[in-house]
């Protein structure tokens, strides 16, 4: 079993920053790929970012450029940096975990732990 905690979340103005922090608990998280996923209002939930068990990271095309998916495994925490952020990436941000490889990292239906989540505002 794993528990996942989000934080870091909040209130930011177009053109800002954020770092979205999500710890782990349990022994084997580095055998895990993390994801991190959005959900607006209204939308479906769709994925912004994962990195793999081997530090292979993947990034939803919107979000390149922008976005940087880290993780330490010393400290079972992965971890978002979000640069000039935008009105549109508005939404709560999950993390979740698994034994997910290639394009399945990409698919929410992939991961077996999620977190709670934590709000990201981005106002204009």
């Known amino acids: 079993q794993v528990q996942l905690v989000e934080s870091g979340g909040g209130l930011v103005q177009a053109g800002g920053s954020l770092r979205l922090s999500c710890a782990a608990s349990?022994?084997?998280?580095?055998?895990?790929?993390m994801g991190w996923f959005r959900q607006a209002p209204g939308k479906e939930r769709e994925f912004v970012a994962a990195i793999s068990w081997r530090d292979s990271s993947t990034y939803h095309d919107s979000v390149k450029d922008r976005f940087t998916i880290s993780r330490d495994n010393t400290k079972n925490t992965v971890y978002m940096q979000m640069n000039s952020l935008k009105p549109e990436d508005t939404a709560v941000y999950y993390c979740?975990?698994?034994?997910?490889?290639?394009?399945?990292?990409?698919?929410?239906?992939?991961?077996?732990?999620w977190g709670q989540g934590t709000q990201v505002t981005v106002s204009s």
């Open positions: 979740a975990a698994g034994f997910v490889l290639g394009l399945s990292l990409l698919s929410p239906s992939a991961y077996i732990y």
């Open positions: 349990g022994r084997t998280f580095g055998n895990y790929a």
